[in-house]
T-cell receptor
Framework: DGGITQSPKYLFRKEGQNVTLSCEQN?????MYWYRQDPGQGLRLIYY???????QKGDIAEGYSVSREKKESFPLTVTSAQKNPTAFYLC??????????????FGPGTRLLVL | GDSVTQMEGPVTLSEEAFLTINCTYT??????LFWYVQYPGEGLQLLLK?????DKGSNKGFEATYRKETTSFHLEKGSVQVSDSAVYFC??????????FGEGTQLTVNP
C-alpha cells in the first residue's frame, strides 16, 4: 500500500535532549512537509522540501532541523533550542509542491511530550 | 498575505441535521481550495477540493462550491452522521506558494 508512515506514534523528550521524528513515503512524491499542530489550533508549517538535498524554512522553523538525503525520507529533529516542543507533529507529501490543485497526503502523526 | 478564515467552533449537531461550516479566504491570485478532515488522533485526509471558480467539490455526501465573487468555499452536508464527528480544515493553495490552513472547526454529532 502506498502512503506515509511516521514513527514513533508517541515520543518523550527530556530537558536538553534532541529527538528525531521519522517520516517515510512510498508515493514517489518530490515534495515533503512538516507541520506542528497545537490543541485547538490549525497547522503551522515548520519546514518543507521540494527536491532531494534542498529544503526551506516554514513559519516556525526555530528550534527544528531537517534533512532530505533520500526522496522517500524527511526526518525532523526537535532540538533543545525548542523550548515548547509539546505538540502533535504531522508529515505530509505531494507530487511536486508547485502545481495548483495538488493534494497533500498526511501521515498519522507523532505526539511529542516533554518529561 | 494569503489567509483562510473558518467559522468558529465547536459545532454540535444531532444526527441527520444539516451542516454548514463557513470558510472565506483572502488571496492575491486564483487559489485552489480544499477541505481536509481530521478524525481523533489521526492525520488529515483530503475530503474534497475545487481548482477554479464555480467548481463544486463533493465526497461522502459533503459538498463545497468555489465562489470567487464572495471568496468563499463553505462546506455543507444534508444529513450528518455520528461518524462525521471530526475537525474540518479549510485550506488554499497558490502555485509557487504553500498550503495555507484555517484554524479548523470541531464538529460533534450526537445520536
Amino acid at each position: 500500500d502506498g502512503g506515509i508512515t511516521q514513527s514513533p506514534k508517541y515520543l518523550f523528550r527530556k530537558e536538553g535532549q534532541n529527538v528525531t521524528l521519522s517520516c517515510e513515503q512510498n508515493l514517489n512524491h518530490d515534495a515533503m512537509y512538516w507541520y506542528r499542530q497545537d490543541p485547538g489550533q490549525g497547522l503551522r508549517l515548520i519546514y518543507y522540501s521540494q527536491i532531494v538535498n534542498d529544503f526551506q524554512k516554514g513559519d516556525i522553523a526555530e528550534g527544528y532541523s531537517v534533512s532530505r538525503e533520500k526522496k522517500e525520507s524527511f526526518p525532523l529533529t526537535v532540538t533543545s533550542a525548542q523550548k515548547n516542543p509539546t505538540a502533535f507533529y504531522l508529515c505530509a507529501s505531494s507530487l511536486s509542491g508547485r502545481a495548483g490543485g495538488e493534494t497533500q497526503y498526511f501521515g498519522p502523526g507523532t505526539r511529542l511530550l516533554v518529561l | 498575505g494569503d489567509s483562510v478564515t473558518q467559522m468558529e467552533g465547536p459545532v454540535t449537531l444531532s444526527e441527520e441535521a444539516f451542516l454548514t461550516i463557513n470558510c472565506t479566504y483572502t488571496a492575491t491570485g486564483y487559489p485552489s481550495l480544499f477541505w481536509y478532515v481530521q478524525y481523533p488522533g489521526e492525520g488529515l485526509q483530503l475530503l474534497l477540493k475545487a481548482t477554479k471558480a464555480d467548481d463544486k467539490g463533493s465526497n461522502k455526501g459533503f459538498e463545497a462550491t468555489y465562489r470567487k465573487e464572495t471568496t468563499s468555499f463553505h462546506l455543507e452536508k444534508g444529513s450528518v452522521q455520528v461518524s462525521d464527528s471530526a475537525v474540518y480544515f479549510c485550506a488554499l493553495f497558490l502555485s509557487g506558494s504553500r498550503l495555507t490552513f484555517g484554524e479548523g472547526t470541531q464538529l460533534t454529532v450526537n445520536p
